[in-house]
C-alpha cells in the first residue's frame, strides 16, 4: 500500500500545520510520484482555507499506523 503524506496549513498564516496523508492499494510508488500533485490540488480544492506545505509518497509502514 501507498501512502501519499502531505503537511498541510491553515492559510490564515496562524502556524496550524497537520499531517495528513491519502492511502492507495491500487497504485505503485512512481504514480504516486507522478500524480501526486494532482491528488494534493483535489484535496486543496476541497478542503478551502487549507494550503498543501509539503508532500512525499512511501511505502505505508503499518507498525507506524496510528490506532
Known amino acids: 500500500m501507498i501512502e501519499l503524506v502531505f503537511i498541510a496549513c491553515f492559510a ?8 495528513r496523508s491519502l492511502l492507495y492499494q491500487d497504485i505503485g ?3 504516486c510520484l507522478l500524480h501526486g500533485q494532482t491528488q494534493l490540488a483535489a484535496w486543496a480544492d476541497s478542503h478551502p482555507g487549507w494550503q498543501i506545505d509539503s508532500w512525499k509518497c512511501r511505502v505505508l509502514d503499518r507498525s507506524m499506523a496510528e490506532l
Open 29 to 31: 510508488m512512481m504514480a
Open 12 to 19: 490564515a498564516g496562524d502556524g496550524q500545520c497537520e499531517n
